[in-house]
Nanobody, 123 residues
Framework: QVQLVESGGGLVQPGGSLRLSCAASGSIFRINAMGWYRQAPGKQRELVAAITSGGSTNYEDSVKGRFTIPRDNAKNTVYLQMNSLKPEDTAVYYC?????????????????WGQGTQVTVSS
């Protein structure tokens, strides 16, 4: 079993900062790409930021220069550091990871999702 557990959401004023964490646990052979998505009410889920196992990153245009996605491979954890938050950043944020498991001499790669954490930016 593989589990992604998120933490760090909450209410913050415009211009403030939050840091989200996502820790992967379970029967993990290797974690490949990790990323953060968000879904606002009435909108589709969108990719916010992603990072490969080698550390290459990409960001959705509206968060470039404000968000970063550091990753701690030793802890199987990815973070989303969010600065200069705006009301339009309000959404449920989901962690996603592509994880390879090993079983019976074979390797299986699947995508996994966290449970989501609410981020609300409001004065």
């Amino acid at each position: 079993q593989v589990q992604l557990v998120e933490s760090g959401g909450g209410l913050v004023q415009p211009g403030g900062s939050l840091r989200l964490s996502c820790a992967a646990s379970g029967s993990i052979f290797r974690i490949n790409a990790m990323g953060w998505y968000r879904q606002a009410p009435g909108k589709q889920r969108e990719l916010v930021a992603a990072i490969t196992s080698g550390g290459s990153t990409n960001y959705e245009d509206s968060v470039k220069g404000r968000f970063t996605i550091p990753r701690d491979n030793a802890k199987n954890t990815v973070y989303l550091q969010m600065n200069s938050l705006k009301p339009e950043d309000t959404a449920v944020y989901y962690c996603n990871a592509e994880i390879t498991k090993r079983s019976g001499g074979r390797y299986y790669t699947d995508g996994y999702w966290g449970q989501g954490t609410q981020v609300t930016v409001s004065s």
